[in-house]
């Protein structure tokens, strides 16, 4: 099975801050990452897929970028409904797998 | 718009059985394969299932494949996840998400809890 890490395991921000999240596979997945935000007690909500496309009615303040293991998520400018979960998701080959999550929260 | 509500969860015995339901809305359900994801108490998010959208290949997570099955029935809307011989460490919330662009995980339904217990 493909292993998924995330750093860091949490984020202490402020709000217009640049934010910048990793995330690494144990092995090659292409472009086949996405990425999701979850707020507490809620659903997980897409934000990018193929690695770098911006889902629809995601802000264009997100980004995502890199190719074979190693991947990043951005918010340029961070606002307040941007305080969540996020987790990188791997869907290059069964199990699909989920990295561990990064927190962000307010400084 | 899309819709995906989960039902089916509760309170189980530990080796019992139960079976969720998760009613699509909004979209060509038939056209679509449909996932099942779950997230522990104060946990991160497993991935436990996929059927594709003719519901000719299925795909399980390790920690419960030969105990769970994913089936749809494609004239109703609907897939479901039939769990057996189920774990104290198989509570969690279930979602079921719809498969979109790149095999993403692109709408989700609000979930439903299981619980094992004694």
């Known amino acids: 099975d493909i292993q998924m890490t995330q750093s860091p395991s949490s984020v202490s921000a402020s709000v217009g801050d640049r934010v910048t999240i990793t995330c690494r596979a144990s092995?090659?997945?292409?472009?086949?990452l996405a990425w999701y935000q979850q707020k507490p007690g809620k659903a997980p909500n897409l934000l990018i897929y193929?690695?770098?496309s911006l889902q629809s009615g995601v802000p264009s303040r997100f980004s995502g970028s890199g190719s074979g293991t190693d991947f990043s998520l951005t918010i340029s400018s961070l606002q307040p409904e941007d305080f969540a979960t996020y987790y990188c998701h791997q869907a290059n080959s069964f199990p699909f797998t989920f990295g561990p999550g990064t927190k962000v929260d307010i400084k | 718009q899309v819709q995906l509500v989960e039902s089916g969860g509760g309170v189980v015995q530990p080796g019992r059985s139960l079976r969720l339901s998760c009613a699509a809305s909004g979209f060509i359900f038939s056209t679509y394969g449909m996932h099942w994801v779950r997230q522990a108490p104060g946990k991160g998010l497993e991935w436990v299932a996929l059927?594709?959208?003719?519901?000719?290949?299925?795909y399980y997570a390790d920690s419960v494949k030969g105990r769970f099955t994913i089936s749809r029935d494609n004239s109703k809307n609907t897939v479901s996840l039939q769990m057996n011989s189920l774990r104290a460490d198989d509570t969690a919330v279930y979602y079921c998400?719809?498969?979109?662009?790149?095999?993403?995980?692109?709408?989700w339904g609000q979930g439903t809890l299981v619980t094992v217990s004694s």
């Open positions: 059927i594709y959208y003719d519901g000719s290949s299925k």
């Open positions: 998400a719809r498969g979109g662009d790149w095999n993403s995980l692109d709408y």
């Open positions: 092995q090659s997945i292409s472009i086949w």
């Open positions: 193929a690695a770098s």
